[in-house]
């Protein structure tokens, strides 16, 4: 039986699931399926013994990582930092995170071209200073497309962070205090671990987002540094290998729905 | 307070700022060099012009390709406004079978990886001869917008006192006097802010629109396009123009969410 509400979600419904989960269904019917043969793992055995993507597989983990890891040490401390911030320097400081969050991914990925090449601020910083003599190169390797992740996904961190951060009551803070714990205690022993459900929670949503990224390793890897939304783009649009694309696409939605399913358990803690 | 002595203070105020100043280079620097009189991308720029701004709006290319973006963003940011309003009104007030599933449905192009719908639609789109169309380009957007609008209304929604729908009801009002007169006013705010986010999300669309738009440019497309292949001063000036679109959205969004008393909720 179907209850009350149905009928004004039924239209929406009706559009995903015609354009959203039957492509998607399809997708993985090419990924398993063969003309005239039925059920098959042949596309997965043409994966494993391919050793450019299983290269490009670890390319993209040790590239998600590393731009995890900088999200963590570069968003936790911002997002402690705000949350000390009187009332008028706290909203800008939202309003500085908010808007990048907003702004196309191409313009900020864009804008590192700019400040990392050659003849870029950083190099030419660094030449100045007299650390180093040559420039260093960080576009076109994974440095650059490294950082450039680092930026466009740190809002997704910090944002999360910060509303948990604020909703920590001082008063709990200063009962420590008052009872003689030293900051470091309290900062340990009571802080970090009212926050490290929801950070937990925003890393692993940034690592999936690293996972699935396209724009900034295209633009800031020069097509050097191949992660697997570029393999992918390759074997669709350029040696067309549909069913590879497939399977590799297959492997790729389950990781990430698997990541995705322990965010939610994080993320139900953080927000209770 | 918590923060510690003095030094650990200032360390975190400095961690802060240089985080702040990380984020938000990339949309600073990119302004002033659209108005550099140099070939070459340059910081600081050596002059002053408006020769890229003049490249730009001289580019029939560039103009078609702001008139398509234009468009699609338009029609598919109303169409996910409309049905997913409709949508987030019957999973808060409704109650039935398969709820949470839907739900999860509509918020799922917002986890899956966009490069696999991206994948999923062509793949699909091209099995029924749609790829490259403008239907196929203007339902993709819609799709991948659905969830911003179920977020923003969700929230509204909630916090909308069904009470007062009640009592319209209860007083003999019929159902289009009830959302003319007392949801819209109410929602509006609202929607006027999930018609927004719909609306950027669409115009800053590359990875979907580079796979199935075919023919069709969208200026987030070509953008794209011309970044792998050469660094082009005049992405500057469209860059700067993305620029301006969002922060006049967001401060709209935020001056009008901000009068209703709304913008808490919304944001958070």
Known sequence: MRGTGFSFVAPLLVLMVVAFNAPIVYMLGLAFWEKGRGFTLEHYQGLIETPVYLKVLGNTMRIALIATLANMAIGYPLAHWMRGLQNRARLIAIALVVLPFWVSILVRTYAWIVVLGNGGLVNRFLQWTGLTDAPVSFLYNEMGVTIGMANVLLPFLVLPLFAAMIKIDDRLLQAAASMGAPPRTIFWKIYFPLTLPALAAGTLLVFILCLGFYVTPAILGGGRVPMISNLLDTLINQIPRWEQASAISTILLIVTLLIFAAYRRLDRKASA | ?268
């Open chain 2, 1 to 268: 307070m918590i923060g510690g002595s003095p030094w650990t203070r200032r360390l975190l105020a400095t961690v802060g700022v240089l985080a702040l100043v990380f984020l938000t280079v990339p949309i600073v620097i990119v302004i002033p060099m659209s108005f550099s009189s140099a070939k070459s991308l340059t910081f600081p720029p050596p002059g002053f012009s408006l020769r890229w701004y003049e490249t730009l709006f001289g580019n029939p290319r560039w103009m078609e390709a702001m008139w398509t973006s234009t468009v699609v963003a338009v029609i598919s940011s109303i169409v996910a406004l409309v049905l997913g309003a409709l949508a987030a009104y019957g999973l808060r007030r409704g109650s039935f079978k398969g709820r949470d599933w839907a739900e999860g449905n509509f918020m799922a192009p917002l986890i899956v990886p966009t490069i696999i719908a991206a994948i999923a639609l062509y793949l699909g789109l091209a099995k029924i001869g749609l790829l490259g169309s403008f239907v196929g380009l203007v339902v993709a957007h819609t799709i991948l917008n659905v969830p911003l609008v179920m977020m923003v209304m969700g929230v509204a929604i909630r916090e909308f006192d069904q009470r007062i729908e009640q009592v319209a009801w209860s007083l003999g009002a019929s159902w289009s006097y009830t959302v003319r007169k007392v949801m819209l006013p109410n929602l509006a705010p609202s929607v006027f802010a999930a018609w927004v986010f719909a609306f950027i999300g669409s115009f800053d669309e590359v990875i979907v629109t580079s796979f199935i738009a075919g023919k069709y440019e969208t200026v987030p497309k070509k953008m794209f396009n011309e970044l792998i292949l050469e660094v082009n001063p005049t992405i500057t000036a469209v860059a700067t123009l993305l620029i301006v679109l969002t922060v006049l959205a967001l401060a709209a969004v935020v001056m009008i969410l901000g009068r209703a008393g709304k913008l808490k909720p919304t944001l958070v």
